[in-house]
């Protein structure tokens, strides 16, 4: 059974600008080193057989900068591009990985940074089907993606939730697990929609939980750390 975490990387991180300008935001230093070699780190200890960052903005950088560093990885890294990146949101990405989205796989956003033990714990709690990873909401933060979890499944998610419905936020983790296709039908369904380039990939998981069941993975330890801003990047 093959395994396949998929990174998000194709936006061009507007509001990190000046520090885009020249380069795709995954290759913005953070305590040291590139978000992007903080994300494969994260993620080799889950015994993955390869790692698909698909790219947009500035593509090639990621692809040299994976090339310079394949030395370092002992899992396959490699870039795919999402050709529309810049007439469309994050779920574009997702369906320009869509052969991937088979019996084991994982999606993952490309700005946000995670301790691998709470990607390895997320991992070993995924349970057939369809997985988000979430943390419970204790302070409404702008821009959060809100999820209302109940009895152990997603219930709904969008950033538009109000916050008095919304139980927890999503960390932008997404894991499949045998899930019968689920999933990439439903991106399927929302990309034939009008405008639904233009949604987030979380429109996915928000319309499959009114379908079947969605199981919410609660982080249990770790951290992690979403980079929108340049305040983000101060230790």
């Known amino acids: ?25 995954c290759l913005i230093e953070f305590r040291g080193k590139a978000i992007l070699d903080h994300q494969i780190e994260a993620l080799l200890p889950l015994d993955l057989d390869e790692i698909i960052i698909v790219t947009g903005y500035r593509g090639e950088m990621v692809t040299d900068h994976i090339a310079k560093n394949a030395d370092k990885y002992d899992t396959k890294v490699r870039t795919i591009a999402n050709p529309d990146w810049a007439e469309s949101s994050s779920i574009a990405s997702v369906m320009a990985a869509r052969e991937f989205l088979n019996s084991h ?5 490309g700005d946000t940074v995670y301790d691998a033990e709470i990607l390895a714990q997320a991992a070993a709690s995924a349970k057939q089907g369809t997985s988000l990873l979430v943390e419970p909401l ?19 998610v969008a950033k ?7 139980t927890h936020r999503s960390l932008g983790v997404i894991f499949g697990r045998s899930d019968g296709g689920a999933y990439r039908r439903m991106l399927d369904a929302v990309m034939a929609c009008s405008n639904g380039h233009l949604q987030y990939h979380h ?23 979403e980079i929108d801003r340049p305040e983000d990047l101060a230790d």
């Open 1 to 25: 059974m093959s395994k396949q975490a998929i990174l998000l990387n194709a936006g061009k991180g507007s509001r990190l600008l000046p520090l885009t300008s020249e380069r795709p935001k």
């Open 105 to 109: 796989y994982m999606v993952m956003n």
């Open 138 to 156: 204790t302070e409404n933060v702008e821009d959060d993606m809100l999820v209302k979890v109940r009895d152990g499944s997603v219930i709904a």
């Open 160 to 166: 538009t939730l109000s916050p008095e419905v919304a």
């Open 203 to 225: 429109e996915i998981i928000n319309r499959l939980a009114g379908l079947q069941t969605v199981h919410a993975i609660e982080t249990n330890g770790g951290t992690w750390q």
